[in-house]
């Protein structure tokens, strides 16, 4: 829509409201059904309307047509008209009893929710304006006790802004204050955790505002009484009250003066004592304590929470993460997922619910207990997210292979991403705790199998951070990976190493009693293929410390049918696999001897495809020159199934493969054979076009001449690069 066409219509907005406006000044004169259109109209543009349109004589004919019209909707309408005046109301106006009086009685009784709603609204707006806040606060309390069972947002919304705003909170005028917040604390208490984070709130809100009060002496006063009006409360509210309160303040936006933090530190003692006893003895919901504390005690001072009983927290903490049918539960979603509409509304709920949206505060609470507090209850947490951790990997590969062509995959797919990044993104920060945040490794020494166990997590999700890739909150990731790796590659426990990868590769073997030979890497979804990049990708950075007997008979027996590949199915597992291959000859294990012939007639068949002339020149180099410091005869053998490649092949299509023979010319300088390898590549370049020569010899003289030649047979590569260009008149 156009500017101007969007101006004109707010103009014809504006003439309508004015003329129902005037229409209603002029009621008298009018039919019923006049009337009621523009009550209508203006109830509907209500929070538009300024509060000069409110004037007394407009006010007036509203509680004349109260009186005169018996029609539901007009006295919706007209309620509507009169909770936006007491809104926008400063001033003490006699007119405000006549309208509280209508609001009161509409509340008594049992009517339409429409109208009980907008009377509610109304009724609450005139909180702390004037002296009518005592009738307010006591209407509040009788229609919290009749409709407080009724979970309303409204009834929420009303407590917090009866809270922040009334004028009673003093030790004179607290008693209906303090009934209303009783009374409203054991409804919302029989609402369980919908109730208690409704409470925790409506004290959040009344916190922050009445933190903030100008002068600061109130704003200090009003807030010790808060902070006694809710330690005051019965112990099943006080928990979420209490941690209403602790929240803002820990985040204060007021001034931070002495009293405002003597403030808090007793709220903050009060919040630890109740969450001591609820954990020890009072059955509080689950999830209601791991919602108030993933909020409240990552703020708190480590002395206090020193007072917690740490295990029994941990243990709710972890069991809502992990089984609560609000937060991660079993991961659940996923193994329920469909191809239906049923399966994306149900996934789209469950991300967007409220304990869900707290996971990395749960996580991050596991976390620092665990680093603060207790470290011993960390082996049973770790057990725990290793079983979820295959689940999840597991669940997720069954859904893509049933459901990767459905119709709806993809929507189902957005709102599982959020689910998935939140799982990998909690065990990260648990297990960063352990292998980062415990300071000088003591976390991995002192938790068994903690740091193979952390390797197995990150193995089974490894296809969600993958599919992340390098952003916000890798760095943790990378960080707990590393010193992981770190602390397996030490002399000491490279025996675990060991065994992890030994028992990672086995999943992978060649099954022993049936009859088909495919490859088992052959058959990997691309779920799969992810956890096996995960160990071939650690292999590239431990293959030095892996037992030779598992890298041969476990290890290389799985990469062998991915380095053959012809039609690249993942190509970071194939890059993977043959850095592995690399990185082994670089590691001069034993097996190099009997890898490097297959090797080098692996690359040569598959260049140009899938193989590169970058990589094969990388590949062939790298392995050579390893070759070179274990035997020199092995190194020219392998050499030679190169030479061999080049004489199988017509004159036109040697250019490239010649190219990799010149560069061995580095890595046998050193060896018995340069004389060897000088002859075969002025064989090759003899029966060469003149400009086919030209070319080569550029090739040769870069190489002869740059870095990568042995000093003492750099003269002799030179002479012999001078004569051969003689010798062909170049």
């Not at 400063?90 to 609001?103: G, M």
């Not at 339409?112 to 309390?141: F, S």
């Not at 689950?286 to 002395?303: N, W």
């Amino acid at each position: 829509m156009s500017g101007q066409q969007t101006q004109e219509d707010l103009k014809e907005i504006a003439k309508q409201l004015s003329d129902a406006y005037y229409k209603i000044l002029q009621h008298s004169t009018l039919s019923k059904q006049t009337i009621l259109d523009s009550l209508s109209l203006l109830s509907k543009y209500s929070h538009d309307l300024p509060l000069s349109w409110f004037t007394n004589e407009f006010l007036d004919q509203l509680f004349v047509l109260k009186t005169k019209l018996e029609d539901t909707n007009g006295l919706l309408s007209i309620v509507t008209l009169l909770s936006a005046w007491l809104r926008l109301s400063k001033d003490n106006d006699h007119r405000q009893k006549l309208a509280l009086d209508i609001l009161e009685s509409i509340l008594r009784k049992d009517d339409t929710a429409r109208l009980q709603k907008e009377a509610w609204i109304g009724w609450v707006a005139l909180i702390g304006k004037g002296n009518h806040d005592a009738r307010i606060l006591e209407g509040m309390i009788s229609v919290i006790e009749r409709y407080g069972q009724k979970q309303s947002l409204e009834l929420d919304a009303g407590l917090a802004h009866a809270l922040a705003m009334t004028n009673t909170l003093n030790e004179f005028e607290i008693e209906p204050c303090q009934r209303l917040l009783n009374v409203y604390a054991k409804h919302a208490s029989a609402r369980g955790f919908d109730g208690a984070r409704a409470l925790m709130d409506a004290l959040e809100h009344a916190t922050d505002v009445r933190s903030q009060e100008k002068p600061q002496t109130r704003a200090e006063a009003d807030l010790a009484t808060l902070v006694q009006l809710v330690i005051d409360l019965e112990d099943k509210a006080r928990l979420s009250a209490l941690a209403g309160i602790v929240r803002v303040l820990q985040f204060n936006q007021g001034k931070n003066t002495k009293k405002v933090i003597k403030q808090r530190e007793k709220a903050e003692k009060a919040l630890m004592e109740q969450l001591s006893i609820a954990l020890t003895s009072s059955p509080v919901c689950q999830d209601t304590l791991t919602y108030i504390a993933s909020r409240c005690l990552l703020q708190v001072p480590e002395k206090e929470l020193a007072h917690l009983p740490s295990a029994d927290l941990l243990r709710v903490l972890v069991s809502s993460l992990l089984t609560s049918a609000l937060a991660i539960q079993h991961q659940e979603p996923l193994s329920r997922l469909t191809n239906s509409k049923e399966s994306v509304e149900e996934i789209k709920a469950f991300v967007d619910q409220p304990l869900f949206k707290q996971v990395g505060r749960i996580s991050r609470t596991i976390a620092k207990i665990i680093q603060v507090v207790d470290i011993r209850q960390a082996e049973h947490i770790i057990d725990r997210l290793v079983g979820f951790s295959y689940n999840v990997f597991i669940d997720w590969d069954q859904f893509k292979i049933s459901n990767i062509d459905a119709d709806l995959y993809k929507q189902i797919e957005e709102h599982a991403w959020t689910f998935l990044k939140s799982v990998l993104f909690s065990f990260t920060v648990i297990l960063k705790s352990i292998a980062v945040d415990i300071p000088n490794g003591q976390g991995l020494v002192e938790i068994p199998n903690a740091a193979q166990d952390t390797l197995s997590i990150f193995a089974n999700l490894h296809f969600i951070a993958h599919h992340l890739g390098q952003g916000a909150g890798r760095q943790a990731y990378q960080d707990t990976l590393t010193n992981v790796v770190a602390y397996l590659l030490q002399p000491d426990h490279q025996c675990q190493l060991n065994r992890l990868l030994s028992s990672a590769f086995r999943e992978y073997g060649q099954p022993l009693y049936t009859n088909d030979t495919t490859p088992a890497v052959e058959l990997l979804s691309t779920v799969k293929q992810m956890r096996l990049l995960f160990f071939t990708d650690l292999l590239e950075q431990t293959v030095k410390s892996v037992d030779d007997a598992t890298l041969e008979h476990q290890i290389l027996p799985v990469i062998y049918p991915i380095l053959k590949w012809k039609r690249v199915e993942n190509k970071d597992l194939y890059e993977s696999a043959h850095t592995v291959v690399i990185s082994t000859f670089l590691a001069a294990k034993p097996v190099c001897s009997e890898l490097s012939v297959a090797y080098a007639d692996i690359l040569i068949d598959n260049f140009p495809e899938p193989i590169n002339l970058d990589q094969l020149r990388y590949g062939f180099t790298t392995m050579v020159k390893a070759l070179c410091e274990i035997d020199d005869a092995l190194a020219w053998f392998v050499v030679n199934r190169l030479i061999e490649k080049i004489h199988s092949l017509e004159m036109v299509r040697r250019a490239e493969h010649l190219t990799v023979l010149i560069d061995m010319l580095k890595p046998l300088s050193l060896g018995p054979f340069f004389p060897s390898i000088l002859d075969e590549i002025r064989a090759q370049v003899q029966v060469q076009t003149p400009k086919m020569q030209l070319a080569t010899l550029k090739i040769i003289f870069d190489t002869v001449s740059g870095p990568g030649i042995s000093d003492m047979r750099r003269k002799q590569a030179v002479g012999w690069y001078l004569d051969l260009k003689r010798e062909l008149k170049l």
